[in-house]
């Protein structure tokens, strides 16, 4: 397997919450990271959709995913990012996409859009937009 | 009880996703929300803070019990919310304040600000915005 | 010229804040605009660089054409947009271009990538995501 | 008059487009600042409000002051901002209060309230939060 895709997994098996939600990494290389969620029921809402923390959740990760390798991966945090519900998320799988759009020396900015995959299709339901920022080193202030 | 907040813990009751993390809807009345969760081991990442997923969940769960309460509640949808992570979110619980600021025909703009409970001392760690959207009624178009 | 952007034009000749800033409708399609500006110097901060409150005009106007158009064009508010600044924007002319993302009933999502160009080369300075919504039509509710 | 509320000031009046705005610094000290500008015919879009634009620049130079001025204010930068539209702008002034929630080593996050003001009373009509950057010095990477 490729190293940083390796690298990538062991990190995510290290994180509680997402293991909690079975979320696996697809596809991981320097700006760009693919997450995926079997939509369990216990990631549901009331009327059967899958609940917007989850959506938010996949967003989070997949743009930290993306940014951070980005960045070259050490000391860094997710600053903030917005999200966009577009569509309710069905079916039996999500898929959250992201890429780092601009990465300078200390921040990258990337986008992530999250698809629901019901019977093979896929349907966009969020979009999100965020930063990614290297902690601003001791010496450097 | 408050007849709203036991509704509102009904509701909550049948989120399967808010019953997986342990979410508790502490305070609940029109325009006004107040959500916890204990922070729990599962609910944390790869460092020991809790997971940046479980505080978007708890920006998304209570700007939408804010925001929805504020419009009345029937078909209602979590439009879009922005999060700013300020700091690690470390403690024994979280909790999440979120009140509408605005409110209108057909949305309500809210905002909530997160707390993370260390020996009863409370640390704002997260800070959100976002629009809680009244759904279109068919006749209406 | 195509109806729409002949449209589109009128209205940015009757926004007198359009006027004072110059913006030019390049573009303008359903779910598509392009937006630019000359970068003359009163549209600057104190560094040179455009100031930041030129850039989120663009976004704003470009994103309000975008979901404007998508929606059908009568009743059309911004709701609300998000926008990352990347690198100081330098140069003779700052163009905007938004796309619908996602057009629904009553709201469009949009995204919006703003470029300086300078000696013909254009870079990405600002990237913005944003909701236009449709309003509520009074019979509706 | 108080040396940083004069500071201010002079770096409003050498940013070109907060001059041809008209923007005035009413307020400014350490994490807040409080910017305004007349509703000149010229700041307007096409049904009389003040443009949306106007409404952003305002939020992105009232977060940038409160932001700045909380981090001690020298290789500063405006990261992004989020801002809900919540009212038509209508009246004879746009006031636009900002203050920083949370300031750490190297960013600090940002509300800004603006206000139209009609015939002394006002009126809430857009809200924005934001993230302002201190630049990562050179030797610190």
Do not use: W
């Amino acid at each position: 397997m490729d190293p940083l895709l390796a690298a990538g997994r062991k990190v995510l098996a290290e994180q509680p919450f997402s293991v909690l939600l079975g979320a696996e990494l697809l596809e991981f290389s320097p700006g760009h990271a693919v997450l995926a969620v079997a939509l369990k029921p216990e990631l549901k809402q009331q009327y059967g959709f899958a609940h917007g923390g989850v959506l938010s959740y996949l967003a989070d990760n997949a743009l930290t995913y993306a940014g951070g390798s980005a960045l070259g991966g050490h000391g860094i945090v997710t600053s903030e990012f917005k999200i966009n519900y577009l569509r309710p998320a069905v079916g039996e799988r999500l898929v959250a996409r992201a890429d780092a759009l601009y990465t300078g020396r200390s921040q990258s900015v990337c986008r992530c859009d999250i698809f629901a995959v019901e019977g093979g299709q896929e349907r966009l339901c969020a979009t999100a937009q965020g930063t990614i920022a290297r902690l601003a080193s001791p010496a450097g202030e």
